[in-house]
């Protein structure tokens, strides 16, 4: 059974190419996650380790979450390590994980596939992302 | 609530919810009220952690390309809509009739999870323009059956609008609603159900975004709280992940099928007498 010559199946003619989109988006979700997680566990062990208490007790209020990132940043660049600071680095890349993902599918259909109808409706999904980070 | 009893419960959640294929919320917001939780809390730190389990599992699938990226990310569009709609609702929202909807929602599930799912799938020969503009066409080798499965997707036109529903179910109870988007996969669009599967995992995590996004505004977030249980629920999923293979499906279905029953009633019954929460 043989469709008509689609050049994008998942998993025929792209297998090959090492950064098709499959891989990329696949990749992306996969550092995320794992980044994410890594930089939890370092936070709450650096907490036991310190103050021998695995609590945290601090709310994101009256920040969007464009705000939490560059204020989470700008610690880092700070050199202001702390627990808390890692805690705050592990939701934040949790959270840029999903946005990544669709960042890179527009700039890949834009730019890879030159498919402008994709890219078209990935970009409408990372306005309203893009928008919904910055409510507050 | 202490970190070691948050990342318990979040642990079950993952591990049963990743045995089940339904995700860890069902069983996180429940337990989490009924420990005293604000239910509105448990549902915003739940939609993070759902964030967490759909990208882990889509980055293998995707890898994998069952996944169909195109039909994820048209559907996309409607369910992020939704869930910024739905965690809107939840905010404005009395609590009692977030309890009576998160428990219709678990018996509506038993319902659905008590006739069996069936896994006979044909192909669909027709595709309908609209389908066949969106290219919702794809294959994918199932290792199970040694073949290259060849496929179209049709009635994207109904397909998503409908998916703004399951956004809107999934922004509104802090759970990735993965079984219902599974449902539209397979009986309106027409898709294999390993591609269902798979596509609505990856739909979920960009969905769940777009519903943390609305209580990160409305202060809602707590890392120190959030933390443990992304955590818990990453470890639990992957651990039922591994256990899946050695447990017989009949089992799991039943010990499921227990679990959803109460925790459905519990929350109707919570929600109409207003006890705890």
């Known amino acids: 059974m043989k469709e008509q010559g689609s050049p994008d199946y998942p998993g025929k003619e792209k297998k ?11 990749y992306i979700l996969l550092t ?13 062990v650096w907490r036991w380790a310190g103050v021998g208490s695995l609590r945290f007790e601090h709310s994101i209020v009256g920040m969007n979450f464009f705000e939490f990132i560059s204020s989470t940043l700008r610690q880092v660049a700070s050199r202001a390590f702390r627990p808390r600071l890692f805690l705050n680095m592990g939701i934040g890349v949790l959270m840029l994980t999903p946005f990544v993902r669709v960042l890179a599918s527009v700039v890949y259909f834009a730019f890879v596939e030159h498919n402008w109808k994709y890219t078209l409706f990935t970009a409408f999904v990372l306005s ?3 928008y919904s980070l910055f409510l507050r | 609530m202490s970190f070691h009893i948050l990342f ?3 642990i079950v959640a993952g591990f049963v919810g990743a045995m089940s294929g339904m995700g860890g919320g069902v069983v996180l917001i429940p337990v989490l009220t009924f420990l005293g939780m604000d239910i509105k809390h448990a549902i915003a730190v739940s939609i993070v952690s759902v964030i967490a389990t759909s990208s882990g599992s889509a980055s293998a699938y995707v890898r994998d390309r069952i996944t169909n990226l195109k039909v994820g990310m048209f559907l996309e569009m409607f369910t992020i809509v939704g869930a910024l709609a739905g965690a809107a609702i939840t905010l404005v929202s009395g609590r009692r009739i977030l309890f009576i909807l998160f428990g219709t929602l678990l018996l509506s599930s038993w319902i659905a999870l008590f006739r069996q799912r069936s896994e006979v799938w044909r192909p669909v020969g027709h595709q309908d323009i609209f389908s066949r503009w969106l290219e919702l066409q794809g294959s994918y080798y199932d290792r199970s059956v040694r073949q290259t499965i060849t496929y179209r997707g049709v009635r994207a036109y109904l397909g998503g609008p409908l998916m703004f529903g399951a956004g809107l179910i999934a922004g509104l109870l802090g759970i990735g609603a993965g079984a219902l988007k599974v449902l539209i996969h397979d009986l309106v669009m027409g898709l294999p159900p ?5 596509t609505s995992n990856l739909i979920i995590g960009v969905t769940a975004l777009a519903g943390t996004s609305v209580y990160l505004a409305a202060g809602m977030i707590d890392p120190g709280l959030a933390a443990p249980i992304i955590l818990g629920v990453v470890f639990g999923a992957f651990m039922g992940t591994r256990l899946l293979v050695r447990l017989t499906n009949q089992t799991v279905r039943h010990i499921f099928l227990g679990v959803l029953l109460v925790l459905g009633f519990e929350m109707i019954v919570r929600g109409i007498w207003r006890v705890g929460g």
Request: charged share 10%.
């Open chain 1, 16 to 26: 090959n190419d090492p950064l098709d989109m499959e891989s990329l988006v696949g």
């Open chain 2, 194 to 198: 390993k591609v269902s599967t798979t």
């Open chain 1, 32 to 44: 995320g996650v794992l980044l994410s997680v890594a930089l939890l566990l370092i936070s709450f």
């Open chain 2, 8 to 10: 318990l419960v979040s």
């Open chain 1, 128 to 130: 309203v992302l893009t």
